[in-house]
């Protein structure tokens, strides 16, 4: 039985947390902190403080901004 493979923005999670060096939750906690900024907003914020690239730091805040509206 194999496991489906990861979608969507969760299949950036472990090449970030491996060229980043800090765990998904921990990025997911900085983009919730500053709730209710606009998606790229926030992901000015990854990529100017934290030098995460683009695609990345996206993947970070779309994941994030959908499970807000759960």
Known sequence: MSAEPTK???SYF???EKKYGRPIRE???LVR???PAKHMELV???KS????GHGHA???VAH???AEKT
């Open 8 to 10: 969507g923005p969760a």
């Open 14 to 16: 472990p090449s970030i």
């Open 27 to 29: 990025w997911q906690q």
């Open 33 to 35: 902190e500053r709730l």
């Open 44 to 46: 000015a914020m990854l």
């Open 49 to 52: 403080d934290h030098g995460m």
């Open 58 to 60: 996206n993947a970070i």
């Open 64 to 66: 994030v901004l959908a």
